[in-house]
């Protein structure tokens, strides 16, 4: 699938008014069958799909380990993603959850974020005591940057980085800074990678829903080139998840756990 158009368009500039070429997101609508139900359509672009889906199920607590999931296959032409799973009874509450939403917007007030808001008071508090040096945080941004392509060619997308202390492990880009998150932690989640001693990256400010989705993942350490709010702050301070904005060239903003940023 295709993840831009190349479209003609007019553009305005100082009441000149010319006809060019311009390239944007290919969004696309996928509908989601787990166990041959219909379960819900998103939005997203057409990439990582079985990290996004995967990385939603788990954060959902409908998934707990990649045996959980018998199958999956992609329809792209129509739109389809059918997904076998083994159900447990305890597993049933989250499925039903996502049943009631139907829809999840693109947008950033996607409401699977909620979801996993509403569940908050019910995570463990982060056991991990990673510490990383502001200079590799430094490097990591330089990489992160560079990978924005889609970003770049279109001004669209947000993006998300899992990463170890020296590197990158896995990158996307998202129209939903939402979406980019789910496809990383579905990528770890099938990977079986153990995120305590991890960062991530985002381009999308830290809001309470995003720190929510961080924290269940049990990653050590997240960071944001955006501002973050107070309600996030809190709860990154209370659940044990270092939190850091701002993060631009050569200077970061730390909000929360400073003790585990070192010079």
Not at 2 to 14: G, Q, R
Not at 39 to 46: E, K, T
Not at 57 to 84: A, M, R
Request: glycine share 4%.
């Amino acid at each position: 699938m295709e993840l831009f158009k190349d479209i003609s368009i007019l553009k305005v500039v100082n009441r000149d008014i010319s006809k060019v070429n311009d390239i944007v997101i290919n969004e696309k609508l996928y509908s989601i069958r787990i166990n041959k139900e219909e379960i819900l359509s998103l939005y997203c672009l057409p990439i990582y799909i079985e990290e996004f889906v995967t990385g939603i199920l788990y954060q959902e607590k409908i998934i707990t380990t990649p045996d959980s999931i018998k199958s999956i296959s992609i329809d792209d032409n129509f739109g389809v993603i059918d997904i076998l799973i083994k159900l447990k009874n305890d597993n049933i509450s989250g499925l039903e959850k996502l049943k009631r939403l139907r829809y999840l917007s693109s947008d950033c007030t996607d409401p699977s974020s909620l979801l996993s808001l509403y569940n908050q008071i019910v995570c463990e508090p982060i056991q991990t005591d990673f510490i990383i040096k502001l200079d590799s945080i430094h490097l990591l941004l330089k990489q992160f940057e560079k990978m924005a392509e889609l970003y770049r060619s279109t001004g669209s997308t947000h993006s998300a980085a899992l990463c170890s202390e020296t590197k990158i492990l896995f990158y996307n880009e998202d129209i939903s800074r939402h979406n980019c998150i789910d496809k990383l932690v579905g990528w770890a989640f099938l990977k079986k990678i153990d995120l305590s001693d991890k960062i991530i990256i985002t381009s999308g400010r830290l809001t309470a829903t995003m720190v929510t989705k961080a924290i269940k993942t049990s990653v050590a350490i997240l960071i944001s080139r955006s501002a973050a709010t107070w309600e996030a702050i809190k709860i990154a301070d209370r659940y044990n998840l270092a939190m850091a904005g701002f993060a631009r060239g050569s200077r970061i903003n730390i909000y929360s756990h400073p003790e585990r940023f070192s010079l």
